[in-house]
């Protein structure tokens, strides 16, 4: 844990306050979902409150994960933008599954390999998106209220 805060500490010297993510505008045959909740680091117990995460479907059994303003740690200078795509996804009923291996995250457009998302798992459900994977070894979860569209 010490080595990705250090990391997380040394990215946010090189950067501004904040790396930003371009948001996608899906095609109007694309869904998408908006969701506010709780990202929460397991192994530390830290918590980031009001985050915000798109899932946007890209195609019949692929979608893309945005996660903005996202922070892993208290002493972590800077919130950033990242973007989880390609991820593997199905329809049961209702509920939109998704699950996905070895995904190589993306921040400010660039890689972040040393924090590869495992065993990703996740539902949108009519009113909640719920996420739960690990960021290299550190594994969270995320736990979000849909945004009803008016």
Same mark, same amino acid.
């Given at each position: 844990m010490k080595k990705i805060l250090i990391l997380l500490v040394s990215a946010g010297l090189l950067m501004s306050c904040h790396i930003g993510t371009e948001e996608p505008t899906p095609p109007v045959e694309t869904s998408a979902y908006e969701a506010y909740g709780v990202l929460t680091v397991l192994s530390s117990g830290f918590t980031k409150e009001n985050v915000r995460t798109k899932v946007v479907?890209? @195609?019949d059994d692929v979608l893309d994960i945005y996660m903005f303003d996202v922070k892993f740690a208290t002493m972590m200078p800077v919130t950033?933008?990242?973007l989880i795509s390609g991820v593997?996804?199905?329809h049961d009923g209702p509920n939109i599954v998704f699950t996905g291996d070895s995904i190589v995250p993306t921040a400010g457009g660039k890689p972040y390999e040393r924090f590869i998302v495992r065993d990703l798992v996740g539902t949108v459900t009519?009113? @909640?998106l719920l996420i739960t994977n690990s960021?290299?070894?550190t594994p969270s979860e995320y736990a979000g209220a849909l945004v009803q569209e008016p």
């Open positions: 479907l890209v @195609s950033i933008d990242m593997a996804y199905a009519a009113d @909640s960021y290299g070894d």
